[in-house]
């Protein structure tokens, strides 16, 4: 069956952003010109996503505000000649269909729990990319295509991203171990979330892109709280790869980049701009005057 929905999990407090998300979602803090949730969107949907639930924060509408049809701007800006402009706001709503839902305070805290609250809108059977809300890729070919292709390809109940990160960073993600002769060398026997450097069982770390299957959402229904008192995807893909579920860690062919922190955030705030033609000999210029 084709993959066409997706959930993202946009429902955190952002609390190392604070005060800037006491008003504004972490998700829409801007990279350049766009909100970080407009890149994961735009993913999405050059991977063939249609539609794409946003587990929100309860209180916020800033989600609905921005993927709204906005006419009144749209008219003001091809008044002025500024037809460019209009149409990459035209765009934004066309982009897929947008369900947004609210975090349920009954569930519990954790990575996974955004999963739960999306299930009334995954058809029992149907798989679905999941996303982190703060994970940025930069790649030819978008990374939930890639991973949707292994799915497919292997015939996996779950597929995560993972890149390799520094020794000392291992603690801050979950961490997989590769299994011994597998017909495909990126099926998992073991993943550790948070692991202390002793502990990491290699320097692969998973981050905030997924295909899953059906069984993901069962498996999270049936999984314990883990370290924290959280619900963790890296706990229900463990469980999985335990039971000899086929389950799949693949190195991605791009970068991964985080916005969890701020220095993270100016790092991607940079690497993107670095990207832009019209941005990129100035800011290398004054990075230069900076450095002396």
């Known amino acids: 069956m084709k993959i066409t929905k997706a959930v993202i999990a946009a429902g955190g407090l952002g609390t190392r952003f604070l005060p800037a998300t006491k008003s504004v979602p ?6 350049i010109d766009k909100p970080i949730i407009h890149y994961l969107v735009e993913e999405l949907a050059l991977s063939g ?9 309860p209180g916020f509408n800033t ?7 906005e006419k009144n701007i749209v008219k003001a800006l091809q008044k002025s000649g500024k037809e460019d402009l209009a149409k990459i706001l035209r765009n934004i709503p066309k982009m897929a269909k947008i369900i947004l839902r609210p975090q349920d305070s009954n569930l519990p805290y954790g990575n996974a729990s955004p999963m739960l609250a999306a299930k009334k809108y ?5 798989s679905f990319a999941y996303m982190f809300g703060d994970d940025m890729t930069l790649s030819k070919i978008p990374v939930t295509k890639q991973l949707i292709d292994v799915f497919n390809r292997q015939k996996a109940k779950a597929v995560l991203a993972v890149q390799k990160v520094p020794l000392e960073e291992v603690k801050l993600y979950g961490v997989v171990t590769y299994k011994k002769n597998a017909k495909y060398k990126y099926e998992i026997e073991n993943l550790v979330e ?7 069982p290699s320097q692969m770390a998973q981050f905030g892109r997924f295909v899953f299957s059906y069984d993901v959402i069962k498996e999270t229904e049936n999984t314990a709280l883990g370290k924290g008192n959280e619900l963790w995807v890296a706990d229900v893909l463990n469980k999985m790869a335990h039971e000899g579920k086929k389950v ?5 062919k791009g970068e991964w980049l985080t916005t969890g922190d701020p220095l993270r955030f100016i790092k991607t705030t940079l690497k993107f701009a670095m990207q832009r033609p019209e941005l990129k000999e100035e800011l290398l210029d004054f990075v230069k005057k900076e450095l002396k």
């Open 26 to 31: 972490k998700e829409m803090l801007p990279i």
């Open 49 to 57: 996503i249609k539609e794409i639930i946003i587990i929100t924060r």
């Open 63 to 69: 989600f609905n505000e921005y993927f709204k049809p």
């Open 122 to 126: 995954i058809n029992k059977g149907e």
């Open 194 to 200: 948070k692991p202390s450097i002793k502990e990491a």
């Open 248 to 252: 799949i860690a693949q190195p991605i």
